[in-house]
Nanobody, 124 residues
Framework: QVQLVESGGGLAQAGGSLRLSCAAS????????MAWFRQAPGKEREFVAG????????RYADSVKGRFTISRDNAKNTVFLQMNSLKPEDTAVYSC?????????????????WGQGTQVTVSS
């Protein structure tokens, strides 16, 4: 399994941008589909975005489509989440996750490796 470490969270104003990074250890990163999930206080963890092995296939939650972009750099074992036009409702702890294979899952239980999470706070 890969080990995942997120970075890039912080405080942003509504309408602003943040870029999250998730660095993976191990030599098999390119064999994992990757995703970002988020969890706000008092709410269930929800799928935000996912990306396939080569980076060509992506999936997004309706709530972030057109504002967030997921990408990956297999040479650097890193997946990114570019977040633009941020809204206060985007405030949450964001975690990256990995699952072996090409399929992007929207259900968190399918993922086998998780990072520790990074806080994103958007002020109005």
């Amino acid at each position: 399994q890969v080990q995942l470490v997120e970075s890039g969270g912080g405080l942003a104003q509504a309408g602003g941008s943040l870029r999250l990074s998730c660095a993976a250890s191990g030599r098999t990163f390119s064999s994992y589909a990757m995703a970002w999930f988020r969890q706000a206080p008092g709410k269930e963890r929800e799928f935000v975005a996912g990306i396939g092995l080569s980076g060509i296939t992506t999936r997004y939650a309706d709530s972030v489509k057109g504002r967030f972009t997921i990408s990956r750099d297999n040479a650097k074992n890193t997946v990114f989440l570019q977040m633009n036009s941020l809204k206060p409702e985007d405030t949450a702890v964001y975690s990256c996750a990995a699952v072996p294979g090409f399929r992007i899952h929207r259900v968190s239980g399918q993922y086998v490796s998780w990072g520790q999470g990074t806080q994103v706070t958007v002020s109005s």
